[in-house]
């Protein structure tokens, strides 16, 4: 499930990544579930559990067949249809352009919001290693497919919503390269598959963020963070759950 995931919610909207766009009277609009363990009803009623189907993982893609009083119709990746409170789901992701300096908000296909960013101090190379002040060129924005993997109120950059670096993606290149052990490369897979914080000790560097406390400006000052102003955060936390997807290019 969590390998299809990426590929699949790229592919269907708006054809990122070099994807052909989506025909939309053929592909349901995409959601995914925002909980852990959640439920698919077999009517429009909390009461209703579908008999014996598992519980929908975080993150899991749904395809929204229709919409009704509180509730959407899906159907799952395996075919299976029942329903699901909207409240449960969400079809929000975010687009970060390090070219274009700014944050793109979608809801599906349809652009929602744009926000200029700060960045790292290098704003134009993708991350490799972890920086320092004595290796500031380190300090960069890594490119790739992430979610958010927590969310901090109480950041010393005002609020943060933490990106799951390094991913699997890194901690291959990192065992590669010989900058992680193999026990901090099985840690970040893990972590990766399950959804939870990955090692953020290691050589690769950790702890990238999209943050407050930016100026609005695009300047690039940051040890490898996306910052965008506090009036942005604000709304960006309300939409933001624990696995929206983000795309850094």
Not at 122 to 133: E, H, P, S
């Amino acid at each position: 499930m969590r390998a299809a995931f990426f590929p699949i919610f790229f592919a269907l909207v708006f054809g990122i990544s070099g994807a052909a766009p989506p025909d939309r009277d053929a592909s349901p609009p995409l959601y995914y579930s925002i909980e852990r363990d959640g439920t698919l009803y077999a009517r429009p009623d909390r009461t209703a559990p579908l008999p014996d189907f598992r519980p929908l993982a975080l993150q899991e893609p749904l395809f929204m067949l229709d919409a009704q009083d509180g509730w959407l119709h899906v159907r799952t990746m395996d075919d299976v249809t029942g329903f699901v409170p909207e409240e449960a789901v969400s079809n929000v992701w975010l687009r970060i352009s390090k070219k274009q300096q700014t944050l793109f908000v979608y809801r599906g296909a349809d652009l929602a919001m744009r926000i200029s960013v700060d960045l790292g101090l290098n704003a134009i190379m993708d991350k490799v290693r972890r920086g320092g002040t004595l290796e500031p060129d380190h300090w960069r924005t890594p490119e790739g497919n992430f979610h958010i993997v927590a969310k901090n109120p109480n950041s010393k950059f005002y609020k943060a919503l933490v990106l799951n670096y390094p991913s699997a993606e890194d901690a291959e290149r990192g065992i590669r390269s010989g900058l992680i052990t193999e026990e901090e490369y099985d840690a970040i897979m893990e972590a990766d598959e399950t959804l939870e914080m990955p090692p953020m000790g290691t050589l690769l560097g950790g702890f990238i963020e999209i943050h407050g406390n930016g100026t609005g400006g695009s300047v690039n000052w940051t040890q490898g963070c996306i910052a965008v102003t506090d009036w942005w955060i604000d709304r960006l936390w309300e939409i933001v759950h624990v696995g929206t997807p983000v795309l850094v290019e």
